[in-house]
T-cell receptor, first 114, second 114 residues
């Protein structure tokens, strides 16, 4: 247990559905991240939030919509997804400032788009 | 953008033996951090070991140690006395000291034979 939780752990949705992924961290970190993990590929950074402000959007399609209401919570809203969006979605958090600032990861949400 | 390369998609090791995972990276920065993360099957990704570029001494954490070759931009992980619980996917990651984003390799799956 790393102090970062994600819900749901598994999600199956159709291409016309709307769903949301939730991430919560209890570590007092100020940065939160969404990653996409596909088989045999490096983790793809999707979004970064620092102090609730989005600071990175790595050309992610608009069918993925992040929301960060406070430094402890991060959401990823999904709508009209494609089958190729099926993957493990990981949330992470880290402190900011000097030092190692390693990221702590949640268990992920396994998403299947039918 | 920095690239991290893990050239071994899979490695197999006999229990109690030693295995070394390779990682190379490309950067023009002089100060940065390197990490090895472990992702067991269906479990959270956790940090195994970390190294700061300006520290010449190789980091060690119990049975895990690294061989950091800054000039060669190489950062290998050695797992000694392998245990069944070491079976996982291992990711090498890089972060510049003036940044908060991680760049990951594609991962190496380690199988431990009893």
């Amino acid at each position: 247990e790393t102090g970062v939780t994600q819900t749901p752990r598994h999600l199956v949705m159709g291409m016309t559905n709307k769903k949301s992924l939730k991430c919560e961290q209890h570590l007092g970190h100020n940065a939160m991240y969404w990653y996409k993990q596909s088989a045999k590929k490096p983790l793809e950074l999707m979004f970064v939030y620092n102090f609730k402000e989005q600071t990175e959007n790595n050309s992610v399609p608009s069918r993925f919509s992040p929301e960060c209401p406070n430094s402890s919570h991060l959401f990823l809203h999904l709508h009209t997804l494609q089958p190729e969006d099926s993957a493990l979605y990981l949330c992470a958090s880290s402190p900011l400032g000097p030092g190692y600032n390693e990221q702590f990861f949640g268990p992920g949400t396994r998403l299947t788009v039918l | 953008a920095q690239t991290v390369t893990q050239s071994q998609p899979e490695m197999s090791v006999q229990e109690a033996e030693t295995v070394t995972l390779s990682c190379t990276y490309d950067t023009s920065e002089s100060d940065y951090y390197l990490f090895w993360y472990k992702q067991p099957p269906s479990r959270q990704m956790i940090l195994v070991i970390r190294q700061e570029a300006y520290k010449q001494q190789n980091a060690t954490e119990n049975r895990f140690s690294v061989n950091f070759q800054k000039a060669a931009k190489s950062f290998s992980l050695k797992i000694s006395d392998s245990q069944l619980g070491d079976a996982a996917m291992y990711f090498c990651a890089y972060r510049a000291s003036n940044d908060y984003k991680l760049s990951f390799g594609a991962g190496t799956t380690v199988t431990v034979r009893a």
